[in-house]
T-cell receptor, first 113, second 114 residues
Framework: GENVEQHPSTLSVQEGDSAVIKCTYS??????FPWYKQELGKRPQLIID?????GEKKDQRIAVTLNKTAKHFSLHITETQPEDSAVYFC????????????FGSGTQLTVLP | NAGVTQTPKFQVLKTGQSMTLQCAQD?????MYWYRQDPGMGLRLIYY???????DKGEVPNGYNVSRLNKREFSLRLESAAPSQTSVYFC?????????????FGSGTRLTVV
């Protein structure tokens, strides 16, 4: 099955700086890569996703890049704000019929004021 | 439109007790999933149901059973709870079809087994 590795596990940045979180996946047939943000005590919320036929996608301060050849994808957050502090999870969609997601282990992002 | 509803939100069990976690979605999604979340380990898939009438094991199915009661409801049962099952459990659902990939998560059940 799919295996997703995520780095770093913790990341601290100054407000206004950029943050980058990286993930690698193992199944070359995976074709969908979402990112979720989870605030303390809350459910994970989808913030951006990318499909395998696209190399980059941007939504305001958030962008995701995908390198299919190397089987890695990254989340980029620019001009970070304290409200960006949360745990971020990457995921890759299994090629099976249920389209189940395999998640990375998460990155605790702290934006320091 | 409630999305995905999970009950209960909190539960404390004694070792050996049983319980069922309930999940219902009102978005007409075909696929439903149960994940557990433990510190430093992300979300791990317990069981999933690709469509009504089918269920399959995920990464960590031992100690759990599931029932896809109908298209809306997907329950998770712990027959004999163990301290290792202390976790936060999330139910999720997803539509199936071209262009429809995202998960909608429930609010979670925080389970403690003592």
């Amino acid at each position: 099955g799919e295996n997703v590795e995520q780095h770093p596990s913790t990341l601290s940045v100054q407000e206004g700086d950029s943050a980058v979180i990286k993930c690698t996946y193992s199944d070359s047939a995976s074709n969908y890569f979402p990112w979720y943000k989870q605030e303390l005590g809350k459910r994970p919320q989808l913030i951006i996703d990318i499909r395998s036929n696209v190399g980059e996608k941007k939504d305001q301060r958030i962008a995701v890049t995908l390198n299919k050849t190397a089987k890695h994808f990254s989340l980029h957050i620019t001009e970070t704000q304290p409200e960006d502090s949360a745990v971020y999870f990457c995921a890759a969609r299994d090629s099976g019929s249920a389209r189940q997601l395999t998640f990375g282990s998460g990155t605790q992002l702290t934006v320091l004021p | 439109n409630a999305g995905v509803t999970q009950t209960p939100k909190f539960q404390v069990l004694k070792t050996g007790q049983s319980m069922t976690l309930q999940c219902a979605q009102d978005m007409n999604h075909n696929s439903m999933y149960w994940y557990r979340q433990d510190p430093g380990m992300g979300l791990r898939l317990i069981y999933y149901s690709a469509s009504e009438g089918t269920t399959d094991k995920g990464e960590v199915p031992n100690g759990y059973n599931v029932s896809r009661l109908n298209k809306r409801e997907f329950s998770l049962r712990l027959e004999s709870a163990a301290p290792s099952q202390t976790s936060v459990y999330f139910c999720a659902s997803s539509p199936v079809g071209a262009g429809s990939y995202g998960y909608t998560f429930g609010s979670g059940t925080r389970l403690t087994v003592v």
